[in-house]
């Protein structure tokens, strides 16, 4: 018995119908457009229509300017006047200070492109000034203070001129540099600029002059934030403050880092202070810093003289001070305060591995004057410190008349005589454990009285490996520095201080 199939004529015709049906064969020209591949929309369904930029997306289907393939629903929206994303709004996700007006056409913020094609530079985010300054001697005129610094290295000196602005960069200090001349600070506050003025996100370096290099403020209270300050040197006259120079300054400095500063390490006793940063009168507040491998004749880290300052949350590592008087040289290779106030305090700070030549390789308390009153040194930790020319302190120094109270220490594995102590020194519920010599000075039954106690304070992972970034100073849940400080000092959970820098209101 035979099968039936349809005459090859028959097949044919189907196939034809078939093709004519199906818009993604693309071989039939249903709409007499000429153009098979822009039908989109099937015969049997609805009228043909064309997708005229070929980006997928028909009129019906959202696109909003059929003419253009960059502009369908869901593109990337762009600063540059259309509506890309088919949202109804034009530029939208470019309005940084909310007035209506898109980046690319507004004025504020206003943006530096050391990179930027030379054009209009009139601060817009498509024609950016070329140097921050720029930026800056604009900023009035444009009434506006957001100023947005895109990635480079920009080789000058900036001066924010007395105005309250915001300058930020974009990507960071690891990509943002201010290269300084070497002979001048490379950014200034110099004229009552408030704490709304910023900078932030920038490595600073290669600046010099005898006042801060890095930074110099005077009379002025802005926020430093989020900088590099890096090979900074005071260079010439005083050389104070090889990162930054605070006088008379309610300036807050925080979460910066300060590597390789210097300030006149191994001249003369006079100046050459502060190679981190040098403070002279103000309350600044000086917080979550970093400062690793800074020198100066006086206060390797920091420097302080008259000053309400609130140091707190530091780490202060490897700093160094040596200066060329064998007597009272290289004071503070942490920190150094002279002549300090009962408004100064110092808290919740890690101070490790720093070397002075003759007083306080941590922390030295040195001149006093009784107008001022006594400053705190309260829940720090001290580890590893050196005084290399005598026994006055590797770790503290309480120095001549000077009057501090020195509460919750603890004082770990310093070289030589830990703490030196004179007669007016309040010492009270410190640790002091694994130091070559504990206690050296005016009080040698300092230990045993006022809650002092010399233990293991076991911390949870500390190991004096070179590397201070991989400690973990905290202490184990049986330390017996739990609970030990002052009654009247409270950790931030409410109980009785911990002794140490993981105790107390800034606890590390």
Known sequence: MSTWSPPAVVSWLVFIALAGCSNKLGAADTDGS???????????????EDDADLDSFTE????????????????????????????????????????????????????????????????????????????????????CSIIYVKAGDYEESVDFLGQDLLVQSVDGPVKTQIIGDGARSVVTF????????????????EGGGAHGAGIYVNGADPLIEGNDFIDNRANSGDQQGGGVFLFDSDAVVRGN???????????????????????????????????????????????FARSDALVVSNLIVENEAYDQDPVKGGQGGGVDVQIGTSEFYFAGNLVLSNIASTHGGG????????TEGDPWIV???????????????SAFVGWST???????????????????????????????????????????????????????PRFTNVTDDSDEHNDDWTLRSNSACRNAGDPTIFDLDGSRSDVGASGGAYAW
Request: charged share 20%.
């Open 34 to 48: 000429g153009d098979p591949d822009t039908d989109v929309v099937d015969t049997d369904t609805g009228p043909i």
């Open 60 to 143: 019906s289907q959202g696109d909003c300017d059929d003419n253009d393939p960059t502009v369908y629903p869901g593109a990337p929206e762009e600063c540059n006047g259309k509506d890309d994303d088919c949202d109804g709004k034009t530029d939208d996700d470019f309005d940084e200070d909310h007035d209506g007006v898109a980046d690319c056409e507004d004025t504020c913020p206003i943006y530096v492109d050391v990179h930027a094609t030379a054009g209009l530079q009139n601060g817009t985010i498509t024609d950016p000034f070329l140097a921050i300054q720029d930026g800056i001697d604009a900023a009035a005129a444009l009434n």
């Open 190 to 205: 110099a004229n009552a600029e408030s704490i709304d003025a910023v900078l932030r996100g920038f490595r600073i370096t």
């Open 257 to 303: 880092t300060f590597s390789f500063n210097d300030a006149g390490y191994g001249g003369l006793e006079t100046g050459n202070d502060g190679g981190g940063m040098f403070v002279r009168g103000g309350a600044p507040q000086i917080d979550g810093n970093t400062f690793i491998g800074n020198t100066a004749g006086d206060g390797g880290a920091m420097w």
């Open 363 to 370: 922390v030295a308390v040195y001149e006093y004057a009784d």
């Open 379 to 393: 829940n720090n930790t001290f580890a590893w410190n050196v005084v290399t020319d005598t026994d006055y302190g």
């Open 402 to 456: 000077t009057h501090s109270h020195v509460v919750n220490n603890i004082f770990y594995d310093n070289s030589g005589v830990a703490v030196w102590l004179n007669s007016t020194t309040f010492f009270a519920y410190n640790d002091l454990y694994a130091n070559t010599t504990n206690l050296g000075g005016d009080q040698p039954g300092a230990l045993s009285l006022n809650g002092n106690i010399a233990t293991d």
